[in-house]
Structures are given as C-alpha cells and as structure tokens.
C-alpha cells in the first residue's frame, strides 16, 4: 500500500479507536459510579456496561490487527500469535453481538406489549430470559472457537509439509477466509434475534398508536416515547453491525485476499460500528445522556475560565 493511502487509514482507525474508547470507556465509568454510589445496578445498565467492556476488547484488537498488517505479511506471522489474536478478537465480537442483541431482546419484553400467554410468561421472567440466553450463548462461543482452531491447525500442518513462499500466502489467505466465514455464520443467530424484536417493536408501536386513536388521546404519551427510544436503538445496531458484518463479507468474496487496501478498508469500516453504537446508546439513556451533557458544560465552563484568566 502507498505509503499516502496507509496514513490515511491509520488516521481514521486512530480517530474511530479514539471515540470509541471514550464512548464505551464513559458508559462503563457512569454505570461503576452508580454501582458505588447506590451499591447496586439495574438489569439494562448491567448489560451496557457489559456491552461497553467487550466492544472496548473489539475496538483494541481491531487496533492490533492494524498494527499487525503494518508490521509484517500475515504469512510471516507467528503461529501462536495468529491464534491468540484471533481468539481474543472472535471471543469479544462474540459477546459484543451477544450482549446487543440482549439488549434488544430486554427492551421488546419491557416495553412491547403483546397479549401472547408465551409473551406474557417470557416478560415476567425477563431476568431469567437473560441469564438463560447469557448460558446458551457460550454454546456458540465453545463451538465457534473449537471450529475455528480446528482451521489454524490444519493450517499449521499444512505449512509444515510447503514452506514455498507462494504456497504459505496461498494457505494463509485460505486461513483468513475460512476464519471470517466462520464468524459469519456464527453471527447470523445474534442478528436475526434481534432483528426479530425490531420487527415486534414496530408491530407493538402500530398497535399501540392505533389505541390511542381509537381513544382520541395524543400520540406522545409515556409508551409511545418508550418505544421511539427503544427502535431508534436497535434500528441504529441493525445498521451499524451490518456495515461491521459487510465488512466481514468484504474480506471473504475478495479475490485479492493479500491486499492491505482491502484489509485497511474492512477495518475501517469494521471499527464504525463497536465506535458509533455507544454514542447513539448514551443520548437513547437519560442517566447516560444527562451525565454527558453535564460533563459538557463542566469542560465549556472550565474553557471559559481559562479564557478569561489568560493575560
């Protein structure tokens, strides 16, 4: 890659790693002070706080992929390393869909009103719907990492048996792909759970709204707000994880699977989405958004008063 092109791609992974660590790093920060404060945390701060620290995870290994494809080929890459690197980045992506789409799933059973008997049960229970989806999720974690070091093994044996340069880049393009293809179809549960309670969220708005009209209320009561906040949340993961998930395919169906362009391109995009959610988090959470706006003006004054200080 030119050398023009790398600084570019630095710079931008090193502004979305920046936001991204402050964003997640001041959810965590609000939620632990609460936590101290009030010597307990509510069900939905639980799970942000969760959600922030395995997006943290996601935003440094997306860092160090970078650093590594600066650094070296991946042909050239240590055995060891690339597995390490590779189970931590498959471990926190793993948690961090997970986690979203337990949130998704927390705010259709808090919210949506249905009058399904199964809907019903699932909602009174809805710490337990948790748990239960927390435990069968490392189902997918156990069998997504058992697959996936089946490959780098296979891997190894193979370069063992052809140390040719062309045939160790062909191999470790195959490795690549198998790896990211892996994670795709590990993704596709997380992600069609919560598109699932998108799509409820919605048909619980529309059936709530046409109450109202047939009660000749407003539209802006307390559960229409409540459902707005919860889609624009989830609208807004939906979108976000597709582009991280288009970035996964990208570097899959690409025919120049040793292309630092197309590599840096999938990270950048890649990084848009653990970066952007937690802002559109902060501002959808009153606790959250009214510590930032505070936080805000407390740096507005404090600009201020240097100003006027300065000689």
């Known amino acids: ?22 964003s997640n790093g001041f959810v965590v920060l ?12 509510s069900s939905v701060d639980q799970i942000l706080s969760t959600l922030a620290l395995s997006r943290i995870g996601v935003i440094w290994e997306i860092l160090v992929s970078w650093f590594i494809c600066l650094r070296c080929s991946c042909s050239i890459v240590d055995e060891e390393e690339i597995k390490i690197t590779t189970f931590i980045w498959v471990i926190f992506n793993h948690f961090s869909l997970w986690l979203a789409t ?20 699932l909602k009174w229970r809805v ?14 974690l156990f069998l997504n990492l058992i697959q996936i070091n089946t490959h780098i093994e296979d891997w190894k ?19 690549s792909q198998l ?43 307390p559960s229409t707000g409540a459902h707005i906040n919860a889609l624009k949340i989830v609208i807004s993961f939906l979108l976000l994880y597709t582009s991280y998930f288009l970035s996964l395919l990208m570097s899959y169906v690409s025919q120049m699977p040793q292309s630092d362009l197309v590599h840096a391109l999938c990270l950048a995009i890649g990084l848009i989405y653990p970066s952007s959610h937690s ?9 959250l958004r009214q510590a930032s706006l505070l936080v805000l003006r407390q740096l507005k004054c404090g600009t201020k008063d240097e100003t006027f200080t300065t000689p």
């Not at 160790?168 to 393009?173: G, I, P």
Request: proline share 1%; glycine share 4%.
């Open 1 to 22: 890659m030119e050398s023009g092109l790398q600084s570019f791609f630095t710079l931008i992974i090193v502004v979305q790693f920046t936001i991204g660590n402050l």
């Open 30 to 41: 609000i939620n632990c002070i609460d936590w101290v404060s009030k010597r307990k945390l």
């Open 102 to 121: 337990i949130l998704s799933i927390f705010y259709l059973l808090k919210i949506a009103s249905f009058s399904r008997p199964i809907f019903l049960y």
């Open 127 to 140: 710490k337990k719907v948790i748990l239960m989806i927390l435990l069968g999720n490392l189902v997918f």
């Open 157 to 175: 044996c193979g370069r063992e048996r052809n140390l040719t340069w062309n045939s160790t880049l062909s191999d470790s393009a195959t490795l």
């Open 179 to 221: 790896i990211i293809f892996n994670m795709t179809m590990f993704s596709l549960t997380p992600f069609i759970l919560a598109l699932i309670s998108f799509l409820l969220l919605i048909f619980s708005l529309w059936k709530h709204l046409q109450k109202m009209q047939l009660n000749s209320k407003g539209h802006r009561d």
């Open 279 to 287: 802002l559109i988090l902060i501002l959808g959470n009153s606790k």
